[in-house]
């Protein structure tokens, strides 16, 4: 994948120990950060009294974001635009967040009260090229667009589950779906960023030696086959936690077989435990990995057409193991009177295939190190719910879950210390997981390309180097 996004997260991720040794001037104010903006970019400056400053807050997919109120957005429609922008905020020292897909769930991860929001959305090409192995992206969309866009064509790109997730966080973060046991993460694909520095220069930063990554953009399908196995009843709980181990677990997985397994808590219909088993190419018949599954006494199964999206607020943690069930169950009873409350928890496989194939694309910074034969399983947990007055009591739930979870997996080969960016709560620092020198090779990097640690002090969003990020 040729990639035009643009590389600001991964910058401001590195610069956090120059904070300490470089403190900036005081914010000017907003408003007159806004009007130097207008200046150059007239009315690509969006003010709270319109619908397109409106519209662009109600696109966020959480709650909090949408909450969050900048003095202006600007509605940026090119690298240029960008470029102009930080020639105009960086020198006033002008606070600013920039926003992609608009996905993420903390409240200024992608958008800053006060400040200035630098929206994507307007970055929005998709241009296959290279006999369709390649396809050049803009970094406002949203991955479900270009899934759509390279249907006709036979391919894709190893991207979220979700149709609405970002193109740009989740692939600044590293970015997981079907794909990802044949082709990696999102990450791991990207062959060329286009990327806007914190003086406005424009560069292209592209890896190299990395055959094997134009291979894998020949991962494309015209279909999924998609089932789901749900279970009702808490007795078959067991049997499901095991048939999910033993399929990880296989000598010799194939790597178009794939699940996702998620308890699902809701007032209405109470527990709910399903797995949505995919295959990803066109198949007739079920595929013999899924048997165990497929098979299981009293499980109901169906072909759906999948969608993960869940409006309100939400909060999404990593733990461990399967055995942060228990715990999940008992966890229910804290969140059981939250009006409309949707309390998710889902076990995503991290296998060796999916490092193996980061490897074999030139490798990454996530420091995810080689995960046990018998598997392991990414968990996450999503709370959403219509009321805003729940929030705190909701909040208090999840990190309490968080917190007991991460106790109860605390047995030897249990405990794995890795925190996925794109789903780590207001509580956790992924960057910390990564190892020493991975974040050392990204400081240094950060050092070369923003000496001034400009997406630092100026841009308080995201997760930093050294710890911390201004999202709740
Ligand atoms: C319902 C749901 C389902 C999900 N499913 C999946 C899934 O299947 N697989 C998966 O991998 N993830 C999934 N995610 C997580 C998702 O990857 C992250 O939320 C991701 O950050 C979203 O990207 P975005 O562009 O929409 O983010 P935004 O909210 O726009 O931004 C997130 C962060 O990235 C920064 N950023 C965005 N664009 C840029 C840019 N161009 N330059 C520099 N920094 C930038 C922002 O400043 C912010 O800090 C899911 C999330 C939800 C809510
Ligand atoms: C899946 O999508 C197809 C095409 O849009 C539609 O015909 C079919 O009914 C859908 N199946 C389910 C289970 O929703
Ligand atoms: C969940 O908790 C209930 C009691 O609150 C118990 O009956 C049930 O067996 C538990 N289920 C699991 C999977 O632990
Ligand atoms: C912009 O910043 C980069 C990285 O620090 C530097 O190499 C380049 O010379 C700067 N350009 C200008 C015009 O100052």
């Known amino acids: 994948m040729y990639s035009k996004c643009l590389l600001i997260r991964n910058i401001a991720a590195t610069l956090a120990i120059w904070c300490l040794l470089v403190p900036y001037a005081e914010a000017v104010d907003s408003v007159s950060c806004c009007q130097s903006l207008a200046a150059s970019l007239g009315s690509k400056v969006l003010y709270p009294d319109s619908t397109a400053y409106s519209s662009s807050l109600a696109s966020y997919w959480s709650a909090q974001e949408q909450t969050t109120y900048p003095a202006c957005i600007l ?66 969309l949203r991955i479900g667009a270009i899934y759509h866009a390279l249907h006709p064509l036979g391919v894709a790109i190893s991207g979220g589950r979700s149709y609405d997730v970002g193109v740009p966080g989740s692939t600044l973060g590293n970015g997981w779906g079907w794909l990802s046991n044949e082709a990696g993460f999102c990450c791991d694909n990207v062959v060329e960023y286009e990327v806007v520095l914190a003086n406005g220069t424009i560069i292209t930063a592209s890896q190299q030696n990395n055959a094997n990554l134009w291979k894998s953009l020949k991962g494309g399908r015209e279909q999924l086959w998609h ?48 797995i949505q088993c995919v295959y990803t190419a066109p198949t007739v018949q079920p595929p013999a990995g899924f048997d165990q599954l497929l098979t299981l006494p009293g499980a109901l199964f169906r ?37 409309g409350i949707q309390w998710t928890l889902s076990f995503q496989p991290l296998t060796r295939l999916m ?7 030139g490798g ?109």
Not at 228 to 257: G, H, I, M, N
Not at 355 to 361: E, F, G, L, P, V
Not at 388 to 399: F, G, H, L
Request: hydrophobic fraction near 40%; aromatic fraction near 8%; charge should be negative.
């Open 75 to 140: 509605r940026a429609s090119s690298a240029q635009d960008v470029s102009t922008a930080l020639k105009v905020l960086v020198p006033r020292a002008c606070k600013f967040a920039v926003r992609g897909g608009g996905h993420g769930a903390l409240a200024g991860l992608a958008n800053i009260q006060d400040g200035v929001t630098i929206d994507l959305r307007g970055l929005d090409p998709i241009k296959p090229f290279a006999a369709n192995q390649l396809v050049s992206v803009g970094s406002g």
């Open 227 to 274: 089932h789901v196995v749900y279970s009702l009843t808490e007795s078959q709980v067991p049997r499901l936690l095991s048939a999910v181990s033993d399929f990880a677990a296989r000598r010799k997985p194939d790597p178009k077989e794939t699940l996702l397994f998620t308890f699902s808590y809701t007032p209405m219909v109470g527990n709910m435990y399903y």
């Open 303 to 339: 072909a759906t057409n999948a969608s993960n999206t869940l409006p309100g607020l939400s909060y999404d943690y990593n733990l461990n193991t399967p055995k942060g069930s228990q715990t999940y169950n008992a966890s229910i009873a804290s969140v059981s009177g939250v009006y």
């Open 355 to 361: 490092t193996d194939a980061s490897a074999a694309r």
């Open 364 to 472: 990454n910074v996530l420091g995810i190190g080689l995960p046990p034969e018998e598997g392991l399983h990414e968990v996450q947990l999503t709370a959403a719910f219509p009321d805003a007055v729940d929030y705190s009591r909701v909040s208090q739930a999840a990190d309490q879950l968080l917190a007991d979870c991460t106790a109860a997996v605390k047995s030897p080969g249990a405990d794995w210390p890795w925190v996925e960016m794109n789903h780590a709560s207001h509580i956790q620092d992924p960057i910390s997981t990564y190892g020493e020198e991975n974040r050392a090779f990204m400081m240094d990097t950060a050092a070369k390309y923003d000496p001034d640690a400009v997406f630092q002090t100026l841009m308080p969003g995201g997760y930093k180097l050294k710890g911390g990020h201004t999202g709740r």
